[in-house]
């Protein structure tokens, strides 16, 4: 690497000498499969020390050459683009003092750049980077509205990378926002970052502004992104940057944009780090100083009839808490008023009383529920907030949280076998409808399972339920098919994979012949096994299989989730009976069952 110095003399030259080069990377209309535009991005002379544009800005901004490196890097990108007769837009990376400085001469030396190659000044997207330089809004506004009446388009780049604000975005009224790859890259295994996409859209709508993802690398991230409504795309599956660019991008982004299938979104079920905290199961109650006597005690307890439990703090600090009905038993005791009135409350308190942070997650209390001292139950416990008291929270308020946010995210997420539990299952049937496809709704269920899990106990009629988990998923398709777990011995398949029965088929197979290894060889010998019935008679029942009923979905013959969760329990249910493994099923409606609405 050469000196500092010796790289803004090569540098300088470099600028004099029209020495950069431009490579252009496609941004494509999602709904009308076409290129929007392409972003030039700038590089020096290959193989010396200022090929990297990184290195070109650094060396620039060193020099103060940073506006000479920019204009000639926009007179340039736009020269080789006209040259090479692209289609669309010109998305050009500009910062703002320079959109300030175009804006303040109406487009000036800009807009004769692009008179003189022959390009118009409607094909031009300014993208404002680095916004963290941006110092003077009112100037930068005036200079968007300037550029505007030319007919040149503005955009916000690298939305929600931390730098580019929503402030911005109000006020300067972009015709384009890119957002960050951060968002984009897995989305199709992140539904945090799903939900993140869907504000962000739903902010375009608002402010009437399309959006463009960044960093687009593969064809799950794409079909969601298009699932979402997300309007243009950029990233290496559309095209990689190139000097001389097709015009047209690549076929494996075609055949996502062009497919009927939708994506299968990841589950949204409850996240350890996004739990609730303690702090919503506060009850504020008053305090009484460590110094107080027992006298003042009891009349904070008859002033509050209310109050379970009392801390004692000693200058913000718990240092005890007194329950209510010990001390009311103690101290209505015969002379006990007389004795120990003017004593210390610090007598009769607890002095090592469960203290939790108020910003603890609620799932971190599980263990209080299931330990031994089961004190906290029915005492309570103190809430402190950096250590000081903040107030009190009741067992029974800790019951019902932790008890809500478990059949919460059980109708989330099975969990058991982790998979989507009935609102995912619902949602995902209600996007399938919503868009025309046709889908094969497959119902499985265990037959036999419950004298097993009678016989041999849960631990193995659980092993039972993940074995079939695990060969579900094995034989779906999970880039198109989604699979839910409806609780117990049920699971339910939305195939968009056209070799769906025998993907069906496939699974009764294998588990068929899988289940036989968790039953003991007397019970293989014979073929099956002796348990009770649901009339508590000893029966004979066959080995553990599995059933599904099938119910195809296509041409608008079921107006809603319940319907068609209702006709795949019916053909599940004609499986069952009929012994056949797989049962398809006309499609017919069915009784409507109430499916999990959210």
């Keep these: 690497m050469l000196h500092n110095a010796g790289l803004a003399v090569t540098l300088r030259k470099l600028l004099e000498q029209q020495k950069l080069h431009f490579v252009f990377q496609p941004i494509v209309d999602m709904a009308r499969s076409t290129v929007l535009g392409y972003e030039a991005l700038m590089r020096g002379p290959a193989g010396s020390a200022l090929e990297r544009p990184d290195d070109l800005l650094r060396v620039a901004k060193h020099c103060g050459l940073a506006s000479e490196l920019e204009i000639a890097a926009c007179k340039g990108a736009i020269r080789e683009f006209s040259a090479l007769q692209l289609p669309g837009k010109l998305f050009l990376n500009l910062s703002a003092p320079l959109i300030t400085a175009f804006g303040r001469e109406g487009g000036g030396e800009l807009l004769r750049c692009a008179v003189d190659a022959g390009l118009s000044p409607a094909r031009l997207i300014l993208e404002l980077t680095e916004h963290e330089r941006v110092e003077d809004t009112a100037a930068l506004q005036t200079a968007f509205a300037a550029l505007a009446g030319q007919g040149v388009g503005l955009a916000l780049d690298d939305f929600g990378d931390g730098r580019s604000s929503l402030r911005l975005w109000a006020q300067l009224k972009p015709q384009v926002v890119k957002l960050d790859k951060?968002?984009?890259?897995?989305?199709?295994?992140?539904?945090?970052?799903?939900?993140?996409?869907?504000?962000?859209?739903?902010?375009?709508?608002?402010?009437?502004?399309?959006?463009?993802?960044?960093?687009?690398?593969?064809?799950?991230?794409?079909?969601?992104?298009?699932?979402?409504?997300?309007?243009?795309?950029?990233?290496?599956?559309?095209?990689?940057?190139?000097?001389c660019p097709d015009a047209d991008f690549c076929q494996a982004a075609r055949a996502?944009?062009?497919?009927?299938?939708?994506?299968?979104?990841?589950?949204?079920?409850?996240?350890?780090?996004?739990?609730?905290?303690?702090?919503?199961?506060?009850?504020?109650?008053?305090?009484?100083?460590?110094?107080?006597?027992?006298?003042?005690?009891?009349?904070?307890?008859?002033?509050?009839?209310?109050?379970?439990?009392?801390?004692?703090?000693?200058?913000?600090?718990?240092?005890?808490?007194v329950n209510r009905r010990n001390f009311v038993d103690k101290f209505a005791q015969r002379y006990s008023r007389e004795i120990y009135g003017r004593r210390p409350c610090t007598l009769f308190m607890n002095a090592t009383p469960l203290r939790v942070e108020a910003s603890a997650p609620i799932d971190s209390l599980i263990a209080v529920l299931t330990g031994d001292d089961q004190r906290y139950l029915y005492e309570g416990f103190i809430l402190t907030e950096d250590g000081r008291y903040a107030g009190l929270a009741t067992g029974e308020s800790l019951v019902r949280a932790v008890t809500e946010r478990r059949?919460?995210?059980?109708?989330?997420?099975?969990?058991?076998?982790?998979?989507?539990?009935?609102?995912?299952?619902?949602?995902?049937?209600?996007?399938?409808?919503?868009?025309?496809?046709?889908?094969?709704?497959?119902?499985?269920?265990?037959?036999?399972?419950?004298?097993?899990?009678?016989?041999?106990?849960?631990?193995?009629?659980?092993?039972?339920?993940?074995?079939?988990?695990?060969?579900?998923?094995?034989?779906?398709?999970?880039?198109?098919?989604?699979?839910?777990?409806?609780?117990?011995?049920?699971?339910?398949v939305l195939f968009q994979s056209e070799d769906w029965q025998q993907r069906c088929e496939r699974i009764v197979h294998s588990f068929n012949r899988r289940a036989r290894e968790l039953f003991d060889d007397s019970e293989l010998a014979r073929n099956g096994f002796e348990s009770e019935d649901r009339r508590g008679f000893k029966v004979f029942f066959p080995l553990t299989t599995i059933a599904a009923g099938v119910v195809p979905v296509s041409d608008g013959r079921f107006l809603g989730p319940e319907e068609v969760a209702s006709a795949a329990a019916a053909a599940k249910k004609a499986a069952k009976q009929s012994g056949s493994g797989v049962k398809v099923a006309g499609g017919e409606r069915a009784p409507v069952l109430m499916m999990a609405t959210g």
């Design 407 to 492: 059949i919460e995210a059980a109708r989330h997420a099975n969990p058991l076998t982790f998979l989507p539990g009935n609102i995912p299952i619902t949602e995902h049937i209600r996007r399938l409808l919503d868009a025309g496809v046709s889908f094969a709704a497959a119902y499985f269920d265990l037959n036999n399972f419950k004298p097993y899990n009678d016989l041999y106990g849960y631990w193995r009629g659980d092993e039972m339920i993940k074995l079939a988990a695990q060969l579900i998923v094995a034989h779906a398709d999970l880039s198109q098919d989604f699979v839910g777990h409806v609780g117990g011995d049920d699971f339910v």
């Design 182 to 243: 951060f968002f984009v890259r897995g989305i199709h295994r992140d539904s945090r970052n799903v939900e993140v996409v869907r504000a962000i859209l739903n902010l375009c709508t608002a402010f009437g502004t399309p959006l463009v993802a960044e960093g687009v690398e593969e064809a799950e991230e794409l079909a969601v992104l298009r699932d979402l409504g997300c309007h243009f795309g950029q990233g290496y599956l559309f095209g990689r940057p190139t000097a």
């Design 256 to 321: 996502v944009l062009q497919s009927s299938k939708i994506s299968v979104l990841p589950n949204s079920a409850p996240r350890p780090d996004m739990a609730e905290t303690v702090g919503r199961l506060k009850v504020p109650a008053p305090t009484i100083a460590a110094s107080a006597c027992n006298e003042d005690l009891m009349q904070l307890f008859t002033d509050h009839p209310d109050l379970q439990a009392v801390a004692v703090v000693d200058k913000y600090y718990p240092v005890g808490l």
